[in-house]
């Protein structure tokens, strides 16, 4: 029982590149989050998903995509990088059920020069 | 709009001395509340959630609907506790806001 992973751990683009950020799990969980870490702002809320094929706007979704395919899957996108999107990454998963809380993964640090 | 306020950044400790972290929160139903701990650079974890009343490594917190506070307490730190403590709610569709985080270092 893995809980939630993440790939990559790190990655370095430049900007205007893409890339696409994986969040798996394997509690059969409803829910998905994708949120950003930076220094003195928490985490932020960008997208998340209640179901499979549904997805919905967070606190800061511009400039991201995402997409729920399947269950266990939450993919996060960056169509044109830019350095303000230089943080680091976490997804989250969540039951759905009263008072059970997230499931974190280890986090995506990405640096965009 | 759900709020979760932590009014400090940053709280240093000694080692064996009392630990308080505040939140604050604003939400128009019944809430529920976490505490989340992240160590350096891992993943965060749950540390304790209002509706179980326990304590976990020594912590407690106690909901105060008067207040709308969900203070984090530890009557003696230690250095083990050195970590970013992030309070959170969660609404009733599945929504989580999460506060600011407070850094807490405990120095011997």
């Known amino acids: 029982n893995a809980g939630v992973t993440q790939t990559p751990k790190f990655r370095v683009l430049k900007t205007g590149q893409s890339m696409t950020l994986l969040c798996a799990q394997d509690m059969n969980h409803e829910y998905m989050y994708w949120y950003r870490q930076d220094p003195g702002m928490g985490l932020r809320l960008i997208h998340y998903?209640?179901?499979?094929?549904?997805?919905a706007k967070g606190e800061v979704p511009d400039g991201y995509n995402v997409s729920r395919l399947k269950k266990q899957n939450f993919l996060l996108g960056l169509e044109s990088a830019a350095p303000s999107q230089t943080s680091v990454y976490f997804c989250?998963?969540?039951?759905?059920?009263?008072?059970?809380?997230?499931?974190f993964g280890p986090g995506t640090r990405l640096t965009v020069l | 709009a759900q709020r979760v306020t932590q009014p400090e950044k940053l709280l240093s400790v000694f080692k064996g001395a009392p630990v308080e972290l505040k939140c604050n929160y604003s939400?128009?139903?019944?809430?529920?509340l976490f505490w989340y701990v992240q160590y350096s650079r891992q993943r965060l974890q749950l540390l304790l959630r209002?509706?179980s009343r326990e304590s976990i490594k020594g912590f407690t917190a106690d909901l105060n609907k008067g207040e709308t506070s969900f203070h984090l307490k530890k009557p003696f730190a230690q250095e083990e506790d050195s970590a970013m403590y992030y309070c959170?709610?969660?609404?009733?569709?599945?929504?989580?806001?999460f506060g600011a985080g407070t850094q807490v270092v405990v120095t011997p």
């Open positions: 959170a709610l969660s609404d009733s569709w599945g929504k989580f806001q």
């Open positions: 209002h509706i």
């Open positions: 998903s209640v179901g499979e094929g549904t997805t």
């Open positions: 939400y128009s139903g019944s809430p529920e």
């Open positions: 989250a998963s969540f039951s759905g059920r009263v008072y059970n809380e997230q499931f």
